[in-house]
T-cell receptor, first 115, second 110 residues
Framework: DVKVTQSSRYLVKRTGEKVFLECVQDMDHENMFWYRQDPGLGLRLIYF???????EKGDIPEGYSVSREKKERFSLILESASTNQTSMYLC??????????????FGPGTRLTVL | AQRVTQPEKLLSVFKGAPVELKCNYS??????LFWYVQYSRQRLQLLLRHISRESIKGFTADLNKGETSFHLKKPFAQEEDSAMYYCALSGRGSNYQLIWGAGTKLIIKP
């Protein structure tokens, strides 16, 4: 079974703090993704990575950055947290090869509250 | 423009009634379509994909290229089907990104 884990289920931070969200997958997947999940808006892609040290902006990259130093780990960084970044953050991974190409496997999510 | 539309934010049906969750897409090419589901307090997971032509938990979905639709259907709803359902599209050459619909919350009433 694919396992995607996220460092925290719940996180409370103050405006202006630097926030790190960590995601680890154990299936040797090349692709990793960070999404925001907000009611009525569905999933919006923040950033994705298709290889170590490679990253691509998604639909809403403003206010975020990412790091992928190892294949299994993809970090999302909020440089200076703001209240409008209060949301559920989902990490996912997928492989571009094999029978289940493109199927994304999700972590449990991190609910971030910025006060 | 590439887009996935789920016209219903909320769908409520009685147990035992048929269920249809609508999904329409806009894509120039041959997309691959998916349905993902998120049960309460569980992670988002794949329910089915059109290329597999499977029936999962009694759900089926047929890709209708003429109507650009991929509706999810189940003949007899069960209470455990209550969840959030997302339709998604993958296009070749898209770096394997998925384009997501806004989701439909399905509530099955006893």
């Amino acid at each position: 079974d694919v396992k995607v884990t996220q460092s925290s289920r719940y996180l409370v931070k103050r405006t202006g703090e630097k926030v790190f969200l960590e995601c680890v997958q154990d299936m040797d997947h090349e692709n990793m993704f960070w999404y925001r999940q907000d009611p009525g808006l569905g999933l919006r892609l923040i950033y994705f990575s298709y290889d170590v040290k490679m990253k691509e902006k998604g639909d809403i990259p403003e206010g975020y950055s990412v790091s992928r130093e190892k294949k299994e780990r993809f970090s999302l960084i909020l440089e200076s947290a703001s209240t409008n970044q209060t949301s559920m953050y989902l990490c996912a991974s997928s492989s571009p090869t094999g029978v289940l190409t493109d199927t994304q496997y999700f972590g449990p999510g991190t609910r971030l509250t910025v006060l | 423009a590439q887009r996935v539309t789920q016209p219903e934010k909320l769908l409520s049906v009685f147990k035992g009634a048929p269920v249809e969750l609508k999904c329409n897409y806009s894509y120039s090419g041959s997309p691959e379509l998916f349905w993902y589901v998120q049960y309460s307090r569980q992670r988002l997971q794949l329910l089915l994909r059109h290329i597999s032509r499977e029936s999962i938990k009694g759900f089926t979905a047929d890709l209708n290229k003429g109507e650009t639709s991929f509706h999810l259907k189940k003949p007899f709803a069960q209470e455990e089907d209550s969840a959030m359902y997302y339709c998604a599209l993958s296009g070749r050459g898209s770096n394997y990104q998925l384009i997501w619909g806004a989701g439909t919350k399905l509530i099955i009433k006893p």
